[in-house]
């Protein structure tokens, strides 16, 4: 089954730097979906990324899709402390799941 | 800014009791769908919901569970007798495409005693 599988280390970083985190997944994909979730609230799309594309930017958010390798990433760039949530990669594929993998937990210190 | 909604946001219950989960998706969505978060754990899929009927389920979705949408605006999600296992926060989400964005609730925390 499709799966994203984020790596599962927790992030600690200052404010102004730059965060980055990486997912994998195992089948094909139709779109790979990066979402935020701040402790106790529901999720919250950030950014989809479709199959035939290689990156997409959103405000301080990019997001790269490797194919050959399963693999995607998110960088925030100048990171807030706003910015401190647990970030969730899905991946869609022909079915009708998203299938979610266990989340990024990144801290920002101001 | 339309959004999903959820009620209760927190039920607490019995070990075999039932519990109904209710969620109104945004207007215009087509796709419905329920997930849940064991506390700490990865979001997990429960059912998705297409024209009436279930679309997909994953293998959590067992005969003790069951949805439905009675009045074309509330999406629910019945849990017939409940087990501590199922203690968890429910999401609700609705999409307008199939493999498009998910718009989430803010969640029902159930806690089974």
């Known amino acids: 089954s499709q799966q994203g599988e984020e790596d599962p280390q927790a992030l600690s970083i200052q404010e102004g730097e730059n965060a980055t985190m990486n997912c994998s997944y195992k089948?094909?994909?139709?779109?790979l979906q990066w979402y935020r979730q701040n402790s106790g609230r529901g999720l919250v799309h950030l950014i989809l990324?479709?199959?035939?594309?290689r990156e997409k930017h959103s405000g301080r958010l990019r997001v790269t899709l490797d194919t050959s390798k399963k693999s995607s990433s998110l960088l925030i760039t100048a990171s807030r402390a706003a910015d401190t949530a647990s970030y969730f990669c899905?991946?869609?594929?022909?079915?009708?799941?998203?299938?979610f993998g266990k989340g990024n937990q990144v801290v920002v210190i101001p | 800014e339309p959004e999903v909604t959820q009620t209760p946001s927190h039920q607490v219950t019995q070990m075999g009791q039932e519990v109904i989960l209710r969620c109104v998706p945004i207007?215009?969505?087509?796709?419905f769908y329920w997930y849940r978060q064991i506390l700490g754990q990865k979001v997990e899929f429960l059912v998705s919901?297409?024209?009436?009927?279930?679309?997909?389920k994953s293998e959590i979705f067992d005969d003790q569970f069951s949805v439905e949408r009675p009045d074309g605006s509330n999406f629910t999600l019945k849990i017939r007798s409940t087990k501590l296992e199922d203690s968890a926060m429910y999401f609700c989400?609705?999409?307008?495409?199939?493999?498009?964005?998910?718009?989430f609730g803010e969640g029902s925390r159930l806690t089974v005693l």
């Open positions: 989400a609705s999409s307008e495409a199939q493999t498009g964005e998910l718009f």
């Open positions: 089948t094909s994909i139709n779109n």
């Open positions: 990324i479709r199959s035939n594309e």
């Open positions: 899905a991946t869609a594929g022909g079915n009708n799941r998203l299938a």
């Open positions: 207007s215009n969505h087509l796709y």
């Open positions: 919901f297409y024209n009436n009927e279930i679309s997909e």
